[in-house]
T-cell receptor, first 113, second 110 residues
Framework: ETGVTQSPTHLIKTRGQQVTLRCSSQSGHNTVSWYQQALGQGPQFIFQYYREEENGRGNFPPRFSGLQFPNYSSELNVNALELDDSALYLC????????????FGPGTRLTVT | QQQVKQSPQSLIVQKGGISIINCAYENTAFDYFPWYQQFPGKGPALLIAIRPDVSEKKEGRFTISFNKSAKQFSLHIMDSQPGDSATYFCAASNAGKSTFGDGTTLTVKP
């Protein structure tokens, strides 16, 4: 069984640029959630995708957008990068149901200069 | 708005001791309460979780105690080991969307 994988591992971007982060969910999991983890803080929920549709969104601006593909993999896109977007971006996959067990990938470390 | 408050921020325990981390939540719509362990450079790993209709759950050395009326829950690590040294996060979830505490850095001294 393959776990959650994310790419790239690290990324450095300049303020104002756009970035795409990728996530492959664990085998059999149809739900993907994205989180932002700033240094020294807990992860913050960005949004969740289920069956290729956005299924809930946290307190993040519209320049944070996503996609889920038929194979349940997912992308997180961030436009007009700001310095405060520097963080570890985590993807978590799970199966649908009332009590989700989320399995996290290793994350993508994004640095905005 | 801090919906899940976690304490302490850091904890130092001797090998063999008991580590206790506490969390409190506000939103009564939360229906799933997981704990995660995170090592540097890694993503959080699900450790143990509890549903609100259960007051305690034990898995090996790890126990969650849950107080629904007080809206509080805690993680107890028995016989703490140096390999348990990590950052621990509590979370509260509703329909799979999780709100995390700010984490507790646990150091277990040999």
């Amino acid at each position: 069984e393959t776990g959650v994988t994310q790419s790239p591992t690290h990324l450095i971007k300049t303020r104002g640029q756009q970035v795409t982060l990728r996530c492959s969910s664990q085998s059999g999991h149809n739900t993907v959630s994205w989180y932002q983890q700033a240094l020294g803080q807990g992860p913050q929920f960005i949004f969740q995708y289920y069956r290729e549709e956005e299924n809930g969104r946290g307190n993040f601006p519209p320049r944070f957008s996503g996609l889920q593909f038929p194979n349940y993999s997912s992308e997180l896109n961030v436009n007009a990068l700001e310095l405060d977007d520097s963080a570890l971006y985590l993807c978590a996959s799970s199966t649908s149901g009332s009590y989700y067990e989320q399995y996290f990938g290793p994350g993508t470390r994004l640095t905005v200069t | 708005q801090q919906q899940v408050k976690q304490s302490p921020q850091s904890l130092i325990v001797q090998k063999g001791g008991i580590s206790i981390i506490n969390c409190a939540y506000e939103n009564t719509a939360f229906d799933y309460f997981p704990w995660y362990q995170q090592f540097p450079g890694k993503g959080p790993a699900l450790l143990i979780a509890i549903r609100p209709d259960v007051s305690e759950k034990k898995e090996g050395r790890f126990t969650i105690s849950f107080n629904k009326s007080a809206k509080q829950f805690s993680l107890h690590i028995m016989d703490s080991q140096p390999g348990d040294s990590a950052t621990y996060f509590c979370a509260a979830s509703n329909a799979g969307k999780s709100t995390f505490g700010d984490g507790t850095t646990l150091t277990v001294k040999p």
